[in-house]
């Protein structure tokens, strides 16, 4: 019951993070001031918190834990470099073309945190044939 729960806001915040990444990256694309709305500074921090904390509760539940199991070890470091190349791709790119490289690149880091989640293995690219049949 527990698990279920501590899952159920873990995924629900992983869809915030990256719905909330897709549509700052269009106005980011766009120019568009809604960017710099005074809650799209402070909504991605509360749910980062969220999603952190319920990584954790998760782990705890379901006794493993980063430093000690190594796919949770590359999905906090994946994570640290998603973090990285969001903000590159959203506050650092001067023009579209960057902010292009920086927002693929923080896609592909993010698609490899789901499937190190799913696989429980770093080696994620491995089990994703698996997880496409």
Do not use: E
């Not at 897709?22 to 709305?37: E, I, Y």
């Not at 952190?52 to 539940?61: E, G």
């Not at 949770?72 to 960057?98: C, D, E, F, P």
């Amino acid at each position: 019951m527990l698990y279920a729960v501590v899952k159920g806001i873990h995924l629900t915040a992983i869809i915030t993070t990256i719905t909330l990444f897709l549509l700052r990256s269009v106005w980011a694309f766009a120019g568009s001031d809604k960017l710099r709305m005074p809650v799209m500074h402070w909504l991605p921090h509360v749910n980062d918190t969220v999603l952190l904390l319920s990584a954790l509760a998760t782990a705890a539940v379901i006794g493993q834990y980063p430093f000690v199991n190594s796919w949770l070890t590359a999905k906090i470091t994946a994570l640290v470099v998603y973090i990285l190349l969001g903000h590159m791709a959203l506050w650092r790119s001067r023009n579209n073309v960057q902010r292009a490289f920086w927002f693929s690149a923080a896609i592909l880091s993010f698609a490899y945190i789901v499937l190190v989640a799913r696989c429980h293995d770093p080696r994620a690219w491995l089990c994703a044939q698996s997880l496409l049949a």
